[in-house]
């Protein structure tokens, strides 16, 4: 397989297991210790690829890494625009749980689908682009949002599957699903004196 973004997850399955087949450690019972050694640590390699690979923001992560461009997975994140139509989104989401609305979670979500698949597209298109690195790591860090809001999403539809239909407002006890960001223009920090914009959104790790 060569370095790619857009993969064929059947192919990808295929291939690791026609490896784990050679690098199972079974294959090296009567092998010398040092063999033993290495089939371990190159089942464990093959194992971690693996599920690299077939995850998205993972795999995304690593062509980054691949091109030179290493991601820290704590950053302050310089993307206003974006950070607010998150905190849209958020409070979207909290009125669909108070409403228990399961039909408006099921529209909400396919439209998070559809947000993920442009931000896939966008990346696509850039990553391998030297020039475009700075494009590339911001979808990354976008899809990074939408992904901790999907989880959040699955989650309220389980509660909501759990959960009697309730025709008052609230019926959910809410979602601990925030944590405070504070939005400054690139380049700049909020001096005491300013109008700083705190921002409910959860960033999570994936």
Not at 149 to 178: F, K, T, W
């Amino acid at each position: 397989l060569q370095p790619a973004f857009c993969l064929d997850l059947q192919l990808l399955s295929a291939r690791y297991r026609e490896l784990a087949k050679v690098t199972h450690p079974d294959r090296f019972a009567d092998a010398s210790e040092q063999d033993q050694r290495l089939a371990l640590e190159h089942s464990a390699q093959l194992n971690e690829a693996y599920q690299v690979l077939r995850n998205v923001p993972q795999r995304a992560r690593y062509l980054m890494a691949l091109r030179g461009h290493a991601m820290a997975l704590e950053v302050t994140v310089q993307d206003p625009e974006f950070l607010l139509q998150q905190m849209s989104l958020r409070e979207e989401l909290e009125d669909l749980q108070c409403n228990a609305d399961s039909s408006g979670v099921t529209a909400f979500k396919q439209r998070l689908k559809t947000a993920q698949q442009h931000l896939e597209e966008a990346f696509s298109a850039s990553w391998n682009d030297p020039a475009r690195s700075a494009e590339a790591e911001r979808q990354v860090r976008r899809r990074q949002f939408l992904d901790k809001l999907n989880q959040d999403v699955r989650r309220l539809e389980e509660r909501l599957d759990d959960y009697p239909q309730h025709g008052s407002r609230c019926a959910l006890a809410p979602l601990n699903i925030m944590a405070l960001l504070q939005i400054a223009e690139p380049g700049h920090s909020p001096q005491p004196h300013q109008r700083r914009l705190a921002v409910g959104i959860d960033l999570g790790t994936t």
